[in-house]
Each structure stands twice: as structure tokens, then as C-alpha cells.
């Protein structure tokens, strides 16, 4: 679960933390639908470079430091397309397409991974 506690809600209920270079290449490639939120969790603060190569769905994106305070957010983002973040983050949080707005999400907020 990752809760937004500056807006109280909730961004979505229910994610895995990947670690794994490998597995981050892959991401939600191949996918119908997205099941539960993909974070991906850096070592250092990186600059984003996605791409929604093979990707048949929208997504929303969101980028945090490493104390969850959120960065950039990216919502709708287009199947077969590229998004370069303008900040480097230390996590990288791929959600269902309408999370960010459900859950008011904009730069500044305070999430946290339950």
C-alpha cells in the first residue's frame, strides 16, 4: 500500500519494491493490466529515462526522493512513448492509469510504503 500522508489518500493498495536492474528493464512490458504498483528503488538519486515500449496501457509514474516526498509525477503516460525525468529521484512508482488524480498526488507530498 502507498499512502499520500500530505493529502491523506491513498495512491494504491497494494505494490512490489524492485531492486533488480533486470527486472526494472522490464518493468510492465508485455502487460494487459497493471495489478499492483510497480516501485522501483535505486541506490542514488538517478535522472528517469522510461520508456513505454511494449507497454499496452497507460500508466501514471511518480518520482520520489528517498524520504517518499514526491518529485515529478507523469500521469497518462502513452504506450510506446518516452518520458525523461527533469529530476533525479531514488524511487520510481509505476501505477495504474488515474492514480495520481484519485489521489490528488503533485510534487511536494509526503508518501509512505506501508
Known amino acids: 500500500m502507498i499512502k499520500n500522508r500530505s493529502k491523506k489518500t491513498l495512491l494504491c493498495e497494494k505494490h512490489t519494491i524492485i ?3 533486470l527486472v526494472m528493464s522490464i518493468g510492465l512490458m508485455f502487460q494487459r493490466q497493471v495489478s499492483e504498483a ?3 528503488r535505486f541506490r542514488h538519486p538517478t535522472r528517469a529515462c522510461l ?3 511494449f507497454v499496452f496501457m497507460p500508466i501514471d509514474i511518480v518520482l520520489t526522493d528517498e524520504q517518499g516526498t514526491v518529485l515529478e509525477v507523469k ?3 502513452r504506450p510506446f512513448t518516452i518520458y525523461n525525468s527533469s529530476m533525479k529521484c531514488r524511487n520510481i512508482i509505476e501505477a495504474k492509469a488515474g492514480a495520481v488524480k484519485e489521489s490528488r498526488t503533485t510534487p511536494g507530498d509526503k508518501l509512505e510504503f506501508v
Open 19 to 21: 531492486e533488480d536492474i
Open 38 to 40: 510497480l516501485v522501483f
Open 51 to 53: 520508456h513505454m515500449m
Open 75 to 77: 500521469e497518462n503516460f
